[in-house]
């Protein structure tokens, strides 16, 4: 089987066997061809072929040239027959592009790949930065124009009432004292004398990990993140915009209706609010400081355990790893042939195979064998011939 490009010209030559001595070639024959393509799956279709099979001096040897267009196949067969010659036949395995066709990225491509990621990113840019800013200046305008003046037409509460009824509001609602936040400052300190002693060590004993794993986390990572992008901005803009009408066309006219408030009534209103929101008391402290010391025991246990299963992912060790792949790694001899598509590890040790083992050559055939490197097996052949001017080495199968 011949391995070659698709829809591209080829040069073929052959010898003509003669079929009473086979180990003869046969001159002066009017050769008929017969050629057969196959696409796929699909049925073998017979075809033409232009050219018209003819020898070369009297050598025996013939020679067929066959154009881009009858090659445009993924299969062509194709038959030689003539009076005193052996029936002999062709088979092409054609691809596309072969190994010569391939080329590396060059690094504006590398970088042109990169730009289009992250534009398929849809990520906040500075143009959406700018609307979000003109609508905040906006806001801001607004507030100083119309909600300071309508507040200035309240009616006055003393600063003395004012204190008195927020005194007595922050004792209602119980919030955190100096105590309490001494006990929360306790508990933080701990965290932090734990983040110095124990996870740091924890992540300098991480393992290495390969470029296509720190590629996938990093992916999942901004997945993940659920970054603001422009539709998420456009959508705070309308909101924004909706704001906007509404401080200037309804909160300013419900200001200006309010009516005159007591101590006693802003008094009661905070103690609503206060309620209202549920801010936190020195029982709500409590419950967080027992669920902090619980976090401390589990980051004692749990998560640096956790921690010292991830990999490291340096560029220094992604590269240690590429290096000990090429190095220090071993790999099985192949078993049998390779075809054209084949890894890169499968070519560079089938070529190492060739190369090293036991090789056998029939000269009475053609065949020429490499055998296994404990010498008990065939591993491929090739069929090889020589016309007295051109040798031809067959491919191993």
């Known amino acids: 089987m011949i391995k070659a490009k698709k829809n591209a010209v080829y040069y073929l030559s052959f010898p003509a066997i003669n079929s009473s001595t086979p180990e003869s070639y046969v001159s002066g024959e009017s050769i008929v061809d017969s050629a057969y393509y196959k696409d796929g799956v699909g049925a073998w279709t017979s075809m033409a072929i232009a050219d018209t099979v003819s020898e070369i001096g009297s050598t025996g040897v013939y ?165 603001a992008t422009a539709a998420n901005l456009a959508v705070v803009d309308g909101i924004v915009d909706a704001i906007l009408v509404d401080v200037g066309t309804t909160i300013p006219a419900l200001i200006a209706a309010l009516n005159n408030v007591s101590a006693a009534d802003v008094n009661a209103q905070c103690d609503l609010a206060i309620s209202d929101a549920a801010l936190a008391t020195a029982a709500n402290l409590a419950v967080v400081d027992g669920i902090v010391d619980a976090i401390l025991v589990d980051s004692g246990t749990t998560i640096p355990a956790l921690i010292a299963a991830l990999n490291n992912v340096s560029a220094a060790n992604v590269k240690a790893q590429v290096v000990a792949a090429l190095s220090t790694d071993t790999y099985a001899e192949p078993s049998g042939g390779i075809t054209s598509t084949a890894s890169l590890a499968s070519k560079l040790g089938f070529l190492t195979t060739v190369l090293r083992n036991k090789t056998t050559f029939n000269k009475n055939t053609g065949v020429k064998t490499v055998r296994n490197d404990a010498d008990s097996a065939d591993i491929v052949t090739s069929t090889n011939t020589d016309d007295g001017t051109t040798f031809t080495k067959g491919e191993y199968s």
């Open 63 to 227: 020679e067929l040239d066959l154009s881009a267009s009858e090659l445009n196949h993924d299969k062509v067969l194709i038959k030689f027959t003539s009076t005193n010659m052996a029936d002999d036949m062709v088979m092409f395995d054609l691809s596309a592009k072969l190994v010569d066709d391939l080329q590396d990225l060059s690094a504006a491509q590398v970088n042109a790949e990169c730009d289009t990621a992250i534009a398929d990113a849809a990520l906040a840019t500075a143009a959406n930065l700018a609307v979000v800013d003109g609508i905040v200046d906006a806001i801001l305008v607004d507030s100083g124009t119309t909600i300071p003046a309508l507040i200035a037409a309240l009616n006055n509460v003393s600063a003395a009432d004012v204190n008195a009824q927020c005194d007595l509001a922050i004792s209602d609602a119980a919030l955190a004292t100096a105590a309490n936040l001494a006990v929360v400052d306790g508990i933080v300190d701990t965290i932090l004398v734990d983040s110095g002693t124990t996870i740091p060590a924890l992540i300098a004993a991480l393992n290495n990990v390969s470029a296509a794993d720190v590629n996938a986390q990093c992916d999942l990572a901004i997945s993940d993140a659920a970054l």
